[in-house]
């Protein structure tokens, strides 16, 4: 949180601000407070961080603080929120791991009044099913009454001495001297003017929202920067009769604040462009973007979907511009931008202000915006409209329209515009209709327009046009139009309200349960309070070691191609720049094995993919690093016909159907992280590194050294997420990391923009299959095929197409079912394990058949899969039996929980009354196998008890968020009788458990708490004979005594699986230990003018057994369906025709945010279920409910299907996976898509493809 003092109002304001996009020199004279600075475990902990802690919106942590620093400055604001504050406060941070349900959770408990009727309506809930065999005695997830008050008084000040040098203006410049790059920062509009004349090139730094990132990312070095932060001219706002001068430093909060006052101020048609730029800046950004990004710097970016700059052109705005030549004003019309990033300002001109003008009677102002999330998102295409009406009538006398998103700038439609106004036509339908047409020629893009999906933002020109007439029409009121019609009920980008209304949760112990034992209790996630404030140690978070050097790498630009010369010689001049490994510089083993096939650590004589490591540079410093890097020389000679898409790959057609579904990236929070330190002797290493496989990189490791594993310890404190990411891609990049060490510790940080290119995610699937089916629905007969695109190497594909033919099922008896796969090499990123490991894919394809039958039969799909599902003893197509009892439980209880049948009436009378937003709901049930690999099956644990009684754990598993480390706590507790603070873990660590398993395939917790168990049982026996002798003895006592009768403290455990096995010879086998069931209703509101869906609610029922911990188990149920959201409806990972990954960072590549949670969020644990399979009843979750994310692509479907049917479509049609907006508007076959066609060949941008 950044806090000033502004001496001219006398006021401090506090605001949230991206810490990345900050430059230090910009915060002379802030105060800065960082979740470090508002409560510590030591002394007192905020009630923020407590509150976000205890209700569970901690898992992985690695968000938390950010989380917590939102929140905490909308607090010092604004002490009591409101739900839209909360919503609008965390809208700009991300949360992988939560599915953010339980976050907003706790953040509610600070708004003071809450509305009972929006609460009924738009409700995130946690609800239970009533058991008969247990006393549920309805406890709450958290006790908001055990929680600290705030009190706003006992919060930080604001340092007085930063007021005291803010009242005593420097009028002279500052300045601040880097190693290649000077700061200044102007004490007063002449010195700015003089600077900016004498440095024409030099950037003015206001938010830095631009240039920042163009700087971190594309390279760009400003020798000198100017930063007119002091200037006061530039943030005055001065109100005339016409309109008002607003300062051009303003921030965009700052104009939305002021435009907010001004409104109720003035009649309303006096602010009909003020309210448009307000309903623009709520969705612009988030509101971190907001509270430091500048109007003037806004405008003068000129970026091609800007949301301002089509609004003040369209409404006339103007500025006003100096210079050493004098100032002058500068309308803001068609002619002021001139092309991408450029306007018609010369480069030593300043925007002093902005004036924006009152509307006229007659005047009205309309702005819109389609962007792939709802927040915190750049829009696809933007609009400003403005029509003036000659008085008392409906005839146009002036009107403009601009468009962002459609060209390489703002770009008016004059020619549209001067249909409507030449033949001084009425506006009406007619009129309109002729509009629609000149603009369809209008605004052309090329096939080849940057940015891909030409199509689509065609369509949205007309739609976003159709959407003002009707807003027009209403404020007009000359036509009286049917409630449904009107635009703000058209648009699903409305802001619907999110209140969590707390309901009892289950839980799964009875009263005889000691009050002690915590197993089955909803205990918060151990760490959460360490992470909520900023304690918690990630890798990147150990100190800086002495003589400590960083790793940067250098990776391929080419898909394919043989390397000539690689030429380091720049490189090893850049200061600070230490060495620079080669493959040539591996003592030990130079590839990696995976499935029998062998992969390069760093590439040797040919690259394979866009991505792929080929040196690193080791340096003092990151920033050493990282220039070295950039001056590593490579030629190469292109290699022919690089593959990247499947269907190049395959050779067989079939042509029944087709389905299509794209991959998906990990982003988890904290990116691949690893610390090499040399102990300095026997050549020994310790590494400190973020994976779920600690035993896999100290083994790769020790082989790419050419040492025993015994030298080699790996320490795992916790990771910030993984989702499978960081199992076998970790130890290859740990094993390059310790290459580079020679006697000083190595430390390597992916930046995000490398981690997504070098690490590769979930694969992307083609599949066909054939259905041979009955009339009544029943399937007898499919045959699927699967192509999956693995990229340049096999790392696990193999095994992921094994998981996807063994789920090809999914919860249907098909009597006859035949599949196959194949993992398909391409010269894209090799692509690894994914959270559901090929089951997500698998299953889709499943889904994607059953509704396509329930299409050709136009029956509903829910029944289809009623009549083809399991029942009764069954037996899968591999020849394994089990009971499906309680999938059918689940599905039974999902469509009473979600009211389904009323809710189908509902959906269907809205849609009959609806032309231009359709609603849909699906129901999809699971049925998830349970198992590690074989021979993987097994796990150790080692437990210490000291003797003051204090007991320390240490298991296999590696503790990412998904709170193995709470459970196994738990664990520990009820077998030693002792309270959970008696037990700590510090780390998982190869030199106490060798040889484990990953974490991983959702078994972590069946496996790891089954050997604590056994480790502590063997304790506990061996303490009987001190128990017996002293039964009322303390835990303590006990202990003690245990050692001066020389009885040994420490135990290991291990834990053996199941024999499992999997015959692919005889098809048939028994490859899982047990199946987790459940089963998910999604519905959805789509707006089919733009694409826009919203979630209205989701139900979810899971079998979980017995769960040892209610509330962990939820936040995983949570985070798994917002991932398989993102999965299927939002995430789309985008490649150059070259094979270059566009979509590397959180700008391209949305995954869910608070903006996407379903209104009401309700998930149940189904009673009465008991697993004998795993630990104390439980079943794994970890995994599972991914895929059940993908009910609101089927709730996407069929919306869409209602609206082809209004169109006279009817049966089956494709609409691939995910199901973004464009897809969705496009499928939805309206008025507008179909009046749009693209012709000619697809050129070097639009040929964005997503791995398929
Ligand atoms: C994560 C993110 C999300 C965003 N989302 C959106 C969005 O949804 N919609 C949208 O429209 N924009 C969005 N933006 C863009 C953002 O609004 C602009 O980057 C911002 O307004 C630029 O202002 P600034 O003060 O940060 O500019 P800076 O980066 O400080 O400067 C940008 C340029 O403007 C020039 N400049 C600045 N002030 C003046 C002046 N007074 N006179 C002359 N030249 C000047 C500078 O010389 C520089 O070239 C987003 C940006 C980010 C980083
Ligand atoms: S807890 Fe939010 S990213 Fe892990």
Known sequence: MVSRYRPVTKTITHYAANACLLPICQLHGAAI?????????????????????????????????????????????????????????????????????????????????????????????????????????????????????????????????????????????LTFQGERMTWVSPGSMDQLVQLRSRHPGAPLVMGNTNIGPDIKFKGIIHPLIISPTRVTELFETTQTPEGVWVGAGSSLSEVRTLLENLVPQYPPEKTELFRALIKQLGNLGSQQIRNVASLGGNIVSAYPNSDLNPVLAAGRCKLSVVSSGGKREVPLNQDFFVNFGKTILKPHEIVVSVFIPFTRKGEFVGAFRQAPRKESSFATVTTGMRVFFSEGSRVVQDISIYYGGMGPTTVSAVKTCAAIVTRSEQWDDETLGRAYEVLLEELVLP???????????????????????????????????????????????????????????????????????????????????????????????????????????????????????????????????????????????????????????????????????????????????????????ISYEDLPEPIFTIEVCETVTLTIREHRMGGQEHFYMETQSMLVVPVGEEREFNIYVSTQWPAATQEAVAQTLGIPSNRVTCHVKRMGGAFGGKVTKTSILASVTSVAVTNRPVRCILERGEDMLITGGRHPVVGKYKVGFMNDGRIIAADIQFYTNAGNTIDESVLVIEKILLHMDNAYNIPHLRGSGAACRTNLPSNTAFRGFGVPQSLMFVEN??????????????????????????????????????????????????????????????????????????????????????????????????????????????????????????????????????????????????NTCPSAASFGTDANGMAVKNACQTLYQRLEPIRKKNPKGL???????????????????????????????????????YFTYGACFSEVELDCLSGDYRTLRTDIVVDIGRSVNPSVDIGQVEGAFMQGLGLYTLEELKFSPSGLLYTRGPSQYKIPAVCDVPLSFNVYLLPDSYNPHAIYSSKGIGEPVVFLGSSVFYAIKDAVAAARSQSGLAGPFPLDSPATADKACLASASHFTQKVRVGGSVGRWAGLWVGL
């Open 447 to 633: 096939p080849s327009a940057p940015g891909g999906k030409v199509e689509f933002r065609r369509s949205l020109t007309l739609s976003l046009l159709f959407k003002f007439n009707l807003e027009v029409l209403h404020k007009l009121r000359h036509m009286p139009l049917k409630a449904a019609c009107l635009p703000h009920l058209l648009s699903c980008m409305e802001k619907k309200k999110i209140i969590i209304s707390q309901t009892p949760l289950p839980q799964s112990v009875s009263q005889e349960q000691n009050s002690q034992d915590p197993v089955g209790r909803p205990i918060m996630h151990r760490s959460a309070l360490s992470q909520a404030t900023g304690e918690a140690v990630y890798c990147d978070d150990l100190p800086r070691t002495d003589g400590e050097l960083f790793l940067a790498l250098v990776t391929s630009s080419r898909a394919h191609a043989k390397i000539i010369q690689l030429d380091v010689s720049e490189a090893l001049k850049v200061p600070g720049v230490v060495d620079v490994i080669t493959a040539k510089d591996i003592p030990g083993r130079k590839v990696r094995t995976m499935c029998g096939y062998d992969e390069e650590l760093l590439a040797g004589s040919e690259v394979s993919c866009i991505g792929q490591m080929v040196c690193g540079v080791v340096a003092d410093t990151r920033a050493h690093a990282k220039r070295g890097a950039a001056a590593v020389k």
């Open 1035 to 1073: 835990w303590e006592s006990w202990v003690t005594a245990a050692f001066f009768e020389k009885i040994s403290l420490s135990a290991t455990g291990f834990h053996r699986g199941p024999d499992l096995y999997m015959d692919w010879e005889a098809m048939e086998g028994q490859p899982y230990a």
């Open 33 to 173: 407070t960082t979740v470090e600075g508002i409560g510590s475990t030591k002394t007192r902990v905020h009630p923020v961080q407590e509150r976000i802690a205890k209700a569970h919106g901690s898992q992985c942590g690695f968000c938390t603080p950010g989380m917590v620093m939102s929140m905490y400055a909308l607090l010092r604001n604004t002490p009591q929120p409101s739900m839209d504050d909360i919503a609008e406060a965390l809208a700009g941070n991300l949360c992988r791991c939560t599915g953010y349900r339980p976050i907003i959770d706790g953040c509610r408990t600070f708004c003071q009044v809450q509305s009972s009727s929006i609460q009924h309506e738009a409700a995130i809930t946690i609800s239970s099913i009533s058991s008969t065999d247990y006393c549920w005695n309805s406890p709450q997830l958290f006790d908001k009454d055990q929680f600290q008050p705030l009190d706003p008084t006992q919060e930080l000040i604001f340092p007085p001495e930063l007021i005291l040098t803010s009242q005593t203006p420097r009028p002279e410049p």
């Open 849 to 994: 058949m059953i509704t396509d039958v329930s299409m050709v039969l136009g029956l509903p799909a829910d029944k289809i899969r009623e009549i083809n599902m399991y029942r009764g003893p069954s037996v899968t197509h591999y020849k394994y039996q089990f009971n499906p009892e309680n999938l059918l439980r689940c599905w039974d209880q999902c469509k009473a929980k979600s009211t389904f049948s009323s809710r189908r009436t509902a959906v269907d009378q809205f849609n009959q009354q609806n032309q231009w937003k359709k609603r849909g709901m699906s129901i999809i049930p699971i049925k998830y196998g349970i198992a590690f690999a074989p021979s993987l099956y097994h796990a150790a644990a080692l437990v210490h008890i000291y003797k003051d009684g204090s007991v320390l754990v240490t298991h296999g598993g590696t503790e990412m968020g998904q709170g193995i480390h709470t459970k196994v706590q738990q664990v520990a507790s009820r077998e030693l009788h002792i309270p959970t603070s008696k037990v700590y873990i510090s780390e998982t660590g190869t030199n106490t458990v060798p």
